[in-house]
């Protein structure tokens, strides 16, 4: 993050930046936790990237994954970060029928890009308990969520926002 004072907005082309502060994260040092939020930003450039305006939920949503970095699991504040995400734009799918078979999704569920659920053999994904994703969808927190579920979720996003 960045402070700044602005000097010069008297119709010039570019004013000039005053008291330039960088105000790091504790967590920029650590390599590991410095590569996923690259990656987790690079996703946000791409999903964004044709956008004129933004309205200040992505900042507040970054921002606010940011405090946290250092202080939980980086894949865990991605999920739900994601989940946030999905539900603000309206894309979160809360169904609990199959994605491309349109069935009810019974004990084990796959999630496709954007948490889209389906059937494990219907996009030959690895599975996930449903009860468990449904709630996650619901509560939008991954508390209750084991780390190998975690990371599942982790990898369906980094498919692409």
């Not at 250092?70 to 539900?87: A, C, G, H, M, T």
């Not at 609990?96 to 999704?105: A, D, K, T, V, Y």
């Amino acid at each position: 993050m960045v402070d700044f004072e602005v000097e010069g907005e008297d119709g010039r082309f570019m004013p000039r930046l005053r008291s330039l502060s960088h105000m790091g994260f504790p967590w920029l040092h650590d390599n590991n936790k410095l590569l996923i939020w690259h990656n987790f930003i690079k996703k946000f450039e791409l999903h964004l990237r044709d956008a004129e305006e933004l309205e200040p939920f992505y900042y507040d949503l970054l921002l606010s994954a940011a405090k946290k970095w250092d202080k939980q699991n980086p894949k865990r504040i991605v999920v739900e970060s994601y989940i946030d995400l999905l539900d603000y734009e309206g894309r979160l799918y809360v169904d609990e029928n199959c994605f491309i078979c349109e069935q009810r999704i019974e004990e084990d569920i796959a999630l496709m890009q954007a948490f889209k659920p389906a059937h494990p053999s219907c996009i030959y994904s690895p599975t996930l308990p449903t009860k468990k994703i449904l709630d996650f969808f619901k509560s939008k927190k991954a508390v209750f969520l084991e780390d190998g579920e975690v990371d599942s979720l982790f990898d369906v996003v980094m498919k692409g926002l």
